[in-house]
């Protein structure tokens, strides 16, 4: 009828409208992300970064124009077979594909990017970080998000026949974002090697605590921190995809809430843990800073999976949780001697591996079949037995292992040509210097005598 | 009919989605705080006022959500009898509690704190921040909440037996949100005292001005001044909150114009008039860029209230007025020794004060009716009579009243346990470096020697 | 019928929400404007265009309110006859006017201003840069809108009798806003002159190259970028206006997608062919950000103009001429000894004008069609022959004309009355100190001695 035509067409536009504003703030994380890492790391490499940061959305959107999207959901089929990857759309030449689900999408692959960008900071080269960018939003990325989320993918519950009757619990991302992003920050990491002098000194003798390597700026990190948080409000509640409908309302107003709930949580775990810890070695209360920023960070990476299947309070307690595992998995990779200068693996490999687990505890029916999944398999506080947190745990060792072996050869490749790490001259200057036409701040000296002069 | 039913579906995710973004740009009200109070104060503090911010956020969602929420609107019933708070909705263990509106209403929360942030700055005791944050977020702003905008409020527009036949016009927070934090702000910063050296010299002496502490860095005040008033789009159209109408759109339109116009009149009459000012004493043309943002801020703290009641011209002639109101505060303040290290009290509870005030004034008839709120009694240059000004000056005095009331001894009782005001030697060296870990800028000098290599 | 009603009454809800949010983006382009501004320039007049900044946004808002809307849309009346300039609307006085529409012309409106205030820096009084900016607000800018916009333009595509039966193409604004502030710039700076020391020295000798005056802060410059980026998510989409059908959310994605990928295009283009360049000079490959951002940007311009009518390879094509385009006139303005301080003129004239007449070459019948525009002339590579790149490029020749016409005299006036430029001394030393109070950092050091007590 007329009437159902007319609502189709405002619906037509209300989901469009909602997809390109919560794409706009899932790239405002761009910013975020940007002000983190330049702040996280030492200043003589801060231009560099933020190059890197802006080729994340530049080059990222290359990357999943012209192969990524096509990949990651290329001829989704509702109902279909199941595929590995996506076979059309390349370069969006394909009729009938939703340009505003492409945006969105496009702003969640620049993500992943920005995550692996600070943990290698000052010590790659240009080239090397140009490539693994490409590698990782065009193919390996897209692997993962179109396992977890199309309509053909092998761990999806949106399939004809989801694995397990059920297949994975992860809204927004926690698995093909985070934990992807952190993955190949790790890889990265263990393959770069350390910053000169972060565990040793100049000598070659092992120091007692690693060397500090930044922050330059405490304040660009709060800045970052903020920036991310707020996107957050447009990864998790846009992951609902349409809001056309009172009950998708209700999902992307939970998912909102929780968002807030995990964050904070890990804030405060974060915070207060450190602080407690501290106390009891030094006497002395102090609040650190990183461990509350990151703790919330962690937190956010880790209720993005289950943003819209878990209860509140159950949110704030992933939030909390994921603020410990912040904390101990930062000193982990320190004593495992790994140089991430800027914390991305605690935080997106081990929030995201959390928060997808989380999903196999906390994952309530009534929440679960109002986001859209089966409920063949619930939480285990929830009675559901160990089957969907067995799924989970297999989701999260597919995303790890597929994004291990992608990158092992390639970074190994790279390694091998010489491509992937700059000489120790220009480590010891900086990149700004080295690559990049000068350093970042430059301060003026004004002449003191101009200044007396203008004063009488 | 199934007709309804559609229209009433896209209806309740179009709200859903309007009161989750608008949440989403409140939040970023966050990032301006944050680096408007950074930037305003001394480079040793800066770390610990920003991790301040970061607890009103993460501290604010775990008071809101446990307390504030449900002290606020919990059981809020159309036409039931008055209450003083809420009774149900702790932790959000309720059935029915639309989760969008507690995001929105969750992010107003966090920004009553941040305005108290600034104030007490460089001073105050971390723990006696975060009590004083979860009371006033948990209880005092609840309740001022509740009298203004509940079904159940007794100074609401919205319950069955309006106060007066009319009840307060208040439509985004002017009174309960800038009041109620300005007046904690005020109450802490007369209890705790000024910062050391701030009116008197090393030996006690009266020092002719004030010392200037502060700002380290006027870029930052400017980001955060443009990041609230992007914010405030947010926060007074989305007070409308519901916007499937097309006279709520015309109502949220109209937010918007006077929000841009009340912080317009602000920013002008704060500058023009403090260099008009300064330049008969002097002679010279000096722009004082404080005056100017700050001018702005506290026209969008007044603008607040009356947003949605007032025409256009009357939304820009109240931003002048806060601008002049600023200028004159500020100086008041500074003239009875109270030392606001970011001038919150001046903008936002003079501001706050006299934006409610306003409403009694300039409420025109049609504006009213058209927010849904009574019109028995309205604006003085309508015709209305006293009667709208004089509930509004019981408005502010009852929120004035109401949270000196609580915080005064609340404030006595911190100071009596000594757990208020940090020690004057930690006050010397700043407390990024007493409490926080190092200095929130910790820029480095790179061998020149190694840039010379590096250029051969 | 009751649903029609139902129906329209949230179709006008939905539009006006979407307007708003749009034009809150929009705004959010004052933070961007701002923080690239300070960023590109010296250190000591930081403060100085900062205020300027916020005066766009305030003065603008006066500007656009008493008189700009309604020369540009006062009195709109579709299959009127054509006009020069609107003449109802001043002060918002005429009933009617969709406040949210204001709204978003008012936050371009800003914009158009915040394009010319870095250009003019470090030299401008600011009396000068208040009248510029107001004229320009209130009355250049307005005239152009109208002339591609209004529903009485003369190059207008939505009048009765569109101009050549087609109109010009340009959604949102490459030409009325970016040219138009662009040339703006351009006329001033010429007028102006360089700063001191720029071109010579100081015994008038012609340097080899200029002198580098800037950037202070590179990390301030990503800020910025990152903001004008995200903030053209409103810029592009929203100019779509309404968002009530399946196929305005399809344009407004296509705009998304577009703007996404001319922003792409000019960053890599900008960033690699300098790098390339450059090695081919010195045998280095440096990277340079400003050649990344700035492309970046200047692929924004232009794109803002097809966003909604090329298809997505062309936006990414026009975006990466953008950049070639950035890179050859950067050059030819430094050659022609203007000083633009922060390479307005490329981004936005070069940008804006490359940005309409690129619609004469790629505007694809379909998506011209969808966007609401005639087809009476189509894209030269549509087999629309040289009808529409005329319409094009008359309407860039109109916007410059126009644009330059009234600047010329203005400028001279000012000039001639000793009103334009500051004096020697003071721009020896910057407008921080000589007119805002001091500068815009303020460090402080604290004593050593305080640390070493409080640390024992």
Redesign the interface.
Known sequence: ?A??A????????????????A???V??M??GF??LL?GSI???N??NV??W???D??????AF?SIGFALAYGGDTPGGPKTFVGNTGF???TEGI??????FQ?AFSCAVSSITAGAVAERTK?TAYLFFSFFLVGFVYPVCAHSYWSYNGFLSAFTAEPFMGQGVIDLAGSGPVHMCGGAAALVMCVILGPRMGRFYDSEGNLRDEPKPM???????M??G???L??GW??FN?GSVL?????????V???A??NT??G??GG??AG?ITSTIIGARKTGL?????TA??NG?LTGLAAITAGCASVE??AG?LIGIIAGWIYLSASKLILKLKIDDAVDAIPVHLFGGAWGVIACGFFSNPARMAASGVPTAHVGVFYGGGGTLLGIQILAVLFVFGWTSVTFVPFCLGLKALNMLRIDE??E???M??????GP?????V??EG??D??NQ
Chains 1, 2, 3 share one sequence.
């Not at 959305?57 to 290359?62: E, I, P, Q, R």
């Not at 939703?98 to 945006?103: A, E, K, M």
């Open positions: 009828t009437n159902d007319a609502n189709a067409d405002v619906i037509g536009g209300l989901d469009a409208f909602f997809l390109i504003f794409g706009a703030l790239f405002f761009q910013v940007a002000m330049a030492r200043e003589k801060v231009a933020l190059l940061n802006l080729l959305s530049a080059g990222g959107a290359l124009w370069f969006l030449a939703d340009l505003h689900f492409w945006f496009f240009m930044g922050p330059h700026s405490v304040t660009l709060f800045l921190t903020f920036g948080w707020f409000y447009g509640p349409f809001i056309s409908t009172d009950n998708q309302g209700n992307a107003g939970l909102a809430v807030t709930l964050a904070a804030v405060l915070l209360y102090e609040w650190d800073t509350a920023m919330g509140p309070w704030f001259l220009e010891e200057v900086g700004d210097i080295s690559r990049h036409k970042a701040y430059r301060p003026e004004v002449d101009a200044i002069n203008l």
